[in-house]
């Protein structure tokens, strides 16, 4: 069987993670890295033994043996390249978010459509093995009536790279809601079986960093600060969201004045609930002929960048849509961006 | 000095917490309990040195000396009698909620209005110490700006008296959000020094006992249940308001299948944040010059009910409004109201 | 810039803290490592890309490129290396304690004087981010009239290495208050301003494998125990120190019949007390306006051990004595030689 | 069975321990209760159907049927009080402490002795079942070398009557060493059969309340402060005590910075420890055959005060002492007088 031949570009700190599960697909081989930054993308190709490498996306364009790509670049990004390489011929897995707005995303969108191409978003949560087990029980009726999902990803002092590209709107899009609760939102879409979204309220508020050397915290991922730099991104977003199915209650925040991160979603239903912690193990609680249950389930945890990767290949070989498909993570993006639209108009806002 | 002549209206559960009160000051004197049941009446009587009882209200209105009474009857009743002794030319101390619906209140503040007479509510929590000690922080600057309030009054299994007139709408007015939101909401909104509401967005829910046999519980308070009794109050509450202040996101439940209960209200400020355990202590975080603060503050616990009746006597005799006026209380019934009717409409509603 | 060449003498347990600080330090290259078994030298200089090992420290003493030197050898050897890597014009940093007797610190000392040379000993604590903070307090004033501090450096089963020079008096100079006390006296000496010492009284105690086959035990670091060996050093310790300052009393064993370890100095002043749990976190506990306060701050964590010996190379470069010189420093030899004298003449002693 | 006749003299919070104690023991009859204030005593009196009461305690002492009295008065009082009782003939039981210096103490001894009466200390703690349990082990070499106790009697906000008696040196002779701390000393030197003390050393500290209103607490017992009286008197004390057994180390507050209150003896053998918990259980720890054991004791406890006044009515009965008379008791009062010379004079106290 021949191999799939792709290109991961951009080579920062999610690209290993890509780099890593095409690498052990027996179904791929790597044969770009693409960084701006020449050191970068050689470090990593000498590490995972990737052929060649190159500065600049475009020349490999051209390259028939190519045809998916992966995209790790920076959000503002996304939609530029994504289209280059739709348009090009390629598939695309692009990092999440999508892109920076909605405007961008339908591009992008109508790029893989004119083009009969796979467009992927890394909306990794959707292959993690816990997700899966939950949405396997909501199916099943396990939980009965599902009435309301409470999401909440709030920090302590978790503001990454304070004055870099995270927290520059125009190049990130925004700040805890696009970087943390896209995967948030798009794992409870598809729990839910992508019911359909009715009212969108929400307030989005940038106040710790405001005054950015007044930001006291201990560590900072993606940093040191650069108090040069610009902060005019959400680090706390509440929201109130109607859907055909359950209503969605959500606060986040990057950084707050709080004691313990509350990071986990919360699945209600009528006959049992389910408490999710982001990234680890999740809860059941039940209540069956007069007794009430606590359970924690235990399972294999499957490697969900592998399985992601592994879709996409799936995705690219059969020429099937998957779950992380533009199509079904489309309205992710749109709800984050009615959520910025209700904080600035004050007002919920009807899809 | 005279001592204030005072009635309690309703010998319930709550009506001992104004008797041992009204006993505890030296400014008043208890002359009459009342319940529609004369052994409720006689009991307390008998214990608490009262010298009469009586099972209808309306006969001691007529008495002079009678200056001012505690209603402790069930929410339906509450309009009812305020008005008929406002009317009498009674001061009134009106247990919470208000009553249970806006109609209502206003119809209560109009007599309170027209008779020139004090018109409090039970809204105990406003005269609750830790909730003052946080008041006094926000009113300091201590919190710097307070952008957010999570509130949260969320419990595993408390629905009380299943079917009797806490779960019967035409009784209560409502279930957990009237019940249970109506103190977690007033004290946010005296906390904050009465902010402007600008809109509010909610949905209830009636899950976990409509099909009331199918309820499985472990302990019951104002139990048992009643099987042929009614159920169509809500026993899970979500919203989402706007302040001319703060924006103010809540989650509250009588029941709902999670694991510990979460009751607690958390005022985000830019500066500091304070979480306060419902009833219990609070915990600071604050943060300067680098180093991460936690800090749970001491202090002597006042008697809240005591508090509240020697505010309302003090009212009474100086005929100066004090916090707990239906003047400074009545927001927090529209906001109930206005969540209501938004869940039922399915949209926002505007103030 | 030239990088300060040193060496490490001695390849024991302690040394790697040195070499790794001595690594990522920009202004220093280790040019030796030391020790008498060859292979212990060989194995670390591999690890860390050192260029030469040798078994006697006298023949790296005429290398004119040799700055400076870290002394890890056992406490019995510590003044014979020092004052002849100073005489050799060498300045030095000596592993804690300085030495087993006053006579050798006094000595040392001397040898640095009259070299004029550097002379730290390797009291680390005085680089430890909660016990500077704690100071910063202290200096502040936060603390108020600082009166009292207790010591309890006590474990319930940790008599290092039974029977070898940890418990053989001649090589150690003694057991657990030389061992852990010399820390916890010096970190309060520090953080006090090094106040007068006036009055010294203390009782050593050698219990607990006084019959070393007695002894029961889970772990043993430095173990197993060689029962052909001495035991004859204290493994209880209890003082009362008077000073200009604060009076400090104190508790300490390597192992006693008590439950919970017990290991953490209270600083305790008029306006607020510390208790700092040894290594870890400190909690301040407060009063004012009628409320206590219990806070617990974070910061970050500076790796101590680098503080050090970056202390020290700046030191060596600027020719400028820093808070772990041996003037410092020698008090606390000083105070612990008093308490071994008290407890031998069963009385006070007035320094 | 003639029944012994006493006497209470004086009717605050101690005396009902006494009160209680003589009523219910078969061999006794209160016939007397007496204090300055007539209606403390009539309330009591009445309470426990005591025929006569005084405010003179020198009226009753002509009565040739009276036998014995429990003195009960502030500690100013003891000395004068009790040489009267003594010298009319009657036996004493004195509250501790014995009083408010050595002089007073001797003088007590001496009238006792000259006048062959009973007099004993009400260091009620000799009668505790735990401490009995304790010295019992330590009396069959279950503890092995008792070589140290440990004594911690700390609390954090505990000074009683501020302004009052408690904290006027010339009415108690102290402050936390001679109100709590007597207790503690007492029942050390019981439970080590009355070692000889060699030398003691001490600093006592009036720190939290010397301006009276920044002393900010939560409760008072023996309050409310006065704020108009005195407070002279030590909130906080050290010490090390040398004896022909164990050395004793201890720190005790009234009041101090601290978070959780710390009162409790260790006795440290080198077979076992133990640990008791002031008014409560104790655990022993001990190892034995490469096993350590944590064991906690559960026994019947008797009432201590109904034991310690049984014990006085059998000395009363058999003119034989036990063990809390003067002669066993003396002791304390000279290590507490001695660790007050110690600390105004800066310097260990030899006795």
Redo the contacts between chains.
Sequence with gaps: MEKVKVAVIGCGTISPNHIKAYTKNERTDIKYLVDIRPERAKKLAEKFHVPHTTTDFREILHDKELEAVSICTPNDTHAKIAIACLDAGKHVLCEKPAAINMKQVNEMKAAAERNKRILNIGVVNRYNTAVNKIKEMIDNGD?G?V??V?CSFRA??SIPGLGGPFTTKSKSGGGVLIDWGVHYLDLIFYSLNQPKI??V???T?S??A?NMKDY?Y??MWAGPPDYTGTYDVDD?V???I?TSGP?I?L?GAWA????EPATFV?F??????V?WQYGGNF?V????????Y?TIPAYAQKDMFYEEIDGFIQSVMSDMKSRSNIDNVLVTSEVMEAIYTSSEQ???V?L
């Design positions: 939980l009536n009435y309301h409470y302590h002092r009715l009212t309220s929400g307030t508020h106040e710790l405001k006291t201990i560590n706390f509440t929201g109130l109607r209503t209650s606060n707050q004045n709080i004691g919360e209600l239903g009528d006959k049992a609930g408490k809860t609680y039940s209540a069956k002929d007069g007794v009430l606590e004050g007002s919920e009807t």
